[in-house]
C-alpha cells in the first residue's frame, strides 16, 4: 500500500495550523510575506531564518512556548532555518519543532 500523498501548499497548511492553535487557546505569531517589486519578501530586521510561528500558552498552571518550522511535505529547510532551531531548542523551556502535513496527528496532540 502506498503512503498518503500529501499536497497542500505550505501557506494553506500554516493558515490550518494557526486555526488550530487558536481553537485550543495558543497567542500565534507570525510574519506574513508581501509582494514587492523583486518577488515576495519578508521585511525583517535581524538574522533570516528565523521559524514560521512562535506559540505560547499559559494553560493549567502550565506554561509553553513553541516555535515552529512549517515546511509542504517534501519541503527542506534551509541552513538559517536549521540554525535558529538548533539555537532555540537549547534554551529552557522552548519547544522546537519542524512541521510537515503528514505529521497532523502528532500537531494537534502537541496543541492540545
Known amino acids: 500500500m502506498k503512503s498518503q500523498e500529501y499536497t497542500i501548499r505550505e501557506d494553506g497548511f500554516l493558515a490550518q495550523i494557526i486555526e488550530l492553535a487558536h481553537l485550543y487557546r495558543w ?16 521585511p525583517i530586521q535581524g538574522d533570516p531564518g528565523f521559524p514560521d510561528l512562535v506559540l505560547v500558552r499559559n494553560h493549567d498552571e502550565r506554561s509553553r512556548i513553541i516555535v515552529a ?14 540554525d535558529w532551531l538548533k539555537k532555540l531548542e537549547r534554551c529552557p523551556g522552548v519547544e522546537s519543532y519542524i512541521w510537515k502535513p ?3 496527528d502528532e500537531i494537534v496532540g502537541i496543541l492540545r
Open 102 to 104: 503528514g505529521m497532523w
Open 69 to 82: 518550522e512549517v515546511k509542504a511535505e517534501r519541503g527542506r529547510l534551509t541552513y538559517d532555518q536549521q
Open 27 to 42: 497567542k500565534v505569531h507570525h510574519v506574513r510575506s508581501a509582494w514587492s517589486a523583486k518577488g515576495y519578501r519578508t
